[in-house]
């Protein structure tokens, strides 16, 4: 005789399902060693709030975040197992240079980090410095097409335009091998999209990582039936595969480059082994495989383009936006520059109102505003008072940073002067205490390895447009609204804003 009649079974296991759902609640909730941490029921027990706003919803935890700090104060638990701080004396102890918190590999992934040691000095200021002609002779370009473009057609994608000469700059300074977007019909439209729609599965992952092993295997052709812009994406690990070929031949072949690259700095140098506890820290000539060349290369451009394109379109559109702020940052421009082809960063840099142009470019659009979630090391760590344990998943945004009231009065305002020092010792101290808030390209170790390239773009764009161009508008087709920020990995406008378009004063009516 059976026990358990067949419906007697699936009400059992469905009770067994509910106490197990319970015990987890409950334990997550109160016994768990981050009960004590204030924060919103839903969000201490499941990561599911978060999948739902930065998955669902596409990367609008930025914009709930301050809302949870203000109800539940500077230490929010974001998720069983994560804390998020918004208090900025704390950016220094998680961000700091040789720090023991680890980036969280479960959000990182493959990304977890480029080979610092190897790529560090060629993406130092010397170095960049060396090579700046290569980003003065793209934005030359840009503004040339720029000019064609308001001539021939009345209007400028300056969204797209700005993305692929970051592509350009990136495949020219890194590769030796550029690839040539700003002279694609479409600047590369779909290379930028593929980047983006990626960026939309990660929330996914992170909670469920066997998707992105699912992922992982789908053959390529099937990417490309379902996505068609993927091609693209495609095409262009196909010229870095290549590139890795060529190179690991050249140098096989004792063969010395007109140019070093990143492939060469990967290849050819040697690296401390990590791996090797007999190595003793020292330096051995390790060869690293074509895949891990190849990664690091994707991380290098993918990181690259968007980051500054947005940033520095930012600060375009605010410029164009407020005749003063033009007006001001022309007349600069043109004091220093009497000719507008002898530009350079170390005399730009030198400009205080193009300075806080940039810097405000940087604050209100910072190219990654989300998250950047850490390990807390072994010996734990205590924020505001409150204790955390090792292993706590503990994060700090830009965004909140850069909209922090006490440093930056008005945050929402693109206001270039909050950086302009006038000689008046409490400006001083207020622009020290900014400097303190102002984290776009992170701090520490870990923070961005292009953060030089990238600055030398903003200066050469800013400069080389507004010394140039003095009578350019914004498309009357396009809003403040199309550039709120959502937070994927990097941070983008929402999918359905318009594209950024330029146009030459009275030059465009709506609709045109
Ligand atoms: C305005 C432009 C940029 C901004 C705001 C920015 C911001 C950042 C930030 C905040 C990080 C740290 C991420 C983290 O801690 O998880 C980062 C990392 C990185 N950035 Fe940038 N970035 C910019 C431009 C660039 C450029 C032009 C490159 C090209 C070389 C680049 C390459 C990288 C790489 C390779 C990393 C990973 C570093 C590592 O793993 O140690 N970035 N960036």
């Given at each position: 005789m059976a026990f358990f009649t067949l419906p007697s079974f699936w009400v059992l296991c469905l009770g067994a399902g509910i106490s197990y759902l319970g015990y987890v609640v409950i334990y997550r909730r109160?016994?768990?060693?981050?009960?004590?941490v204030p924060g919103p029921f839903l969000w201490s027990v499941s990561g599911l709030p978060i999948v739902y706003h930065q998955g669902i919803r596409e990367g609008q935890l930025i914009h709930v975040l301050p809302n949870l700090h203000a109800i539940y104060g500077p230490v929010v638990r974001i998720a069983p197992d994560q804390i998020h701080l918004n208090d900025p004396v704390n950016y220094e102890k998680v961000y700091n240079v040789g720090s023991k918190y680890t980036k969280d590999p479960a959000f990182y992934g493959a990304l977890e980090g480029v080979r610092r040691g190897a790529l560090n000095p060629f993406f130092s200021r010397r170095s960049v410095l060396d090579l700046e002609q290569i980003i003065w002779s793209k934005t030359g370009k840009l503004c040339s097409m720029m000019r064609s473009s308001l001539d021939a057609d009345g209007v400028f994608d300056i969204h797209h335009a700005i993305r692929a000469f970051s592509v350009d700059i990136i495949t020219e300074y890194a590769y030796a091998r550029c690839w040539n977007q700003m002279d694609m019909g479409d600047f590369g439209a779909d290379y930028q999209e593929a980047i983006r729609t990626v960026q939309t599965f990660l929330p996914f992952f992170h909670i469920l990582p066997f998707l992105g092993d699912v992922f992982s295997l789908v053959p390529d052709w099937l990417i490309v039936r379902v996505f068609p812009k993927f091609q693209m994406w495609l095409d262009s690990n196909e010229l870095i595969r290549k590139a890795v070929t060529e190179v690991r031949k050249e140098i096989s072949q004792g063969i010395k480059p007109a140019r070093r690259t990143i492939f060469h700095e990967l290849i050819d140098t040697p690296v401390t082994n990590l791996t090797d506890p007999n190595a003793d820290g020292r330096k051995q000539h390790q060869t690293l495989s074509d895949e891990f060349v190849f990664a690091d290369a994707i991380n290098v451009t993918g990181a690259g383009a968007e980051t500054t394109g947005s940033t520095a379109n930012r600060a375009i559109f605010e410029v164009l936006s407020n005749p003063v702020i033009y007006h001001t940052l022309k007349a600069e421009l043109t004091q220093a520059f009497p000719n507008p082809e002898a530009m350079s960063l170390p005399a730009l840099e030198k400009l205080p109102y193009l300075s806080g142009v940039i810097k405000e470019g940087l604050r209100l659009?910072?190219?990654?505003?989300g998250h950047l979630p850490r390990v807390v090391p072994a010996s734990g760590a205590s924020f505001n008072g409150i204790g955390i344990p090792p292993g706590t998943v503990v994060s700090m945004s830009a965004w909140l940073m850069h909209h922090n009231r006490e440093a930056f009065p008005d945050p929402e305002v693109f206001d270039p002067t909050r950086w302009v020092d006038n000689d008046d010792e409490d400006a001083a101290a207020k622009i020290r205490a900014r400097e303190r808030c102002l984290v776009p390209f992170g701090r520490g170790s870990r923070n961005c390895l292009g953060q030089n390239l990238a600055m030398c773009e903003l200066y050469a764009t800013a400069g080389g447009i507004f010394r140039r161009f003095e009578d350019l508008e914004v498309h009357p087709d396009f809003g403040r609204e199309d550039l709120r920020m959502v937070e994927l990995l990097l941070g983008y406008h929402p999918r359905n804003a318009r594209r950024f378009r330029i146009v030459r004063k009275g030059g465009v009516a709506i609709g045109g």
């Open positions: 109160y016994f768990h060693p981050l009960s004590h659009n910072p190219g990654l505003p």
